[in-house]
């Protein structure tokens, strides 16, 4: 998607690829919306928000920053808080569940893992993975505390089911996992999603917290943004 100034007017134009799926075009059209309110002031040559953004490839720290903004204003505009927590209530996250928020809101599926992974009080992590290797992770404030973290540039493990795209799942849950397996001493379920586009693969993983009394109030949480560049 793009921001682009018309000077002759003195409005602006949202662009986006009318070939892409609704739930990405709505969520682009939001993320631009987020730069014309907030942004257009500090740019105003405009946005252009190509693979390099949506990947997590740029470097630049203050345009990652300003993408995060463009995203979370996009996040609230189509999932309002209340009715998102409305519709997750109590309930165990599935794929089907996960479906059903995609659907709702007509966002893509890895929006809608990003939306329940920031209110969920469970230790979860959205891991996004390209040609085997993780491409950027989103972490619940629990795994933060637990210092879960997932490197950029790591190499899927070979047991994940995102490393086995031939694997049948059957189950809305999801696989599950012993302890060891993703970067955890705990057992975690993996639901995974396998994207053509870009040869992606989207897990979100629900990690178990066997630890009795465990309490972390004291430990720094870090940016809710971690997309981990990878060096070349």
Known sequence: GALFPLPKSGQWAILYN???????????????????????????????CGEK????????????????????FASYLLMPMDDFRGQI??????LDLLAHCADRYDVSRTAAAIK?????????????????HVLWCWRSRSAKKR?????????????????????????????????????????????TIFAD????????????DERRGYDCEDEPVEDTFDRFIASQ
């Not at 799926?21 to 907030?38: A, D, K, M, Q």
């Open 18 to 48: 009318p070939d892409a799926p609704p739930g990405r075009i709505n969520f682009t059209i939001g993320h631009e919306l987020g730069h014309y309110l907030v942004h257009r002031a500090a740019e105003p040559q405009g946005f252009q």
């Open 53 to 72: 953004q949506v990947l997590g490839y740029d470097r630049d720290a203050d345009r990652r920053r300003i993408e995060q903004e463009a995203d979370e």
């Open 89 to 94: 209530g109590r309930a165990e996250m599935t």
């Open 116 to 132: 329940w992974i920031d209110c969920t009080s469970e230790c979860a992590v959205l891991v996004v993975a390209t040609n085997g």
């Open 147 to 191: 210092r879960i973290f997932l490197q950029s540039g790591m190499e899927l493990p070979p047991q994940s089911w995102s490393a086995r795209p031939g694997l049948i799942v059957s189950e809305s849950r999801g696989l599950e996992l012993p302890g060891g397996v993703w970067p955890t001493e705990t057992p975690t379920r993996e639901m």
């Open 197 to 208: 586009r870009y040869e992606m693969t989207i897990s979100l993983l629900v990690i178990e």
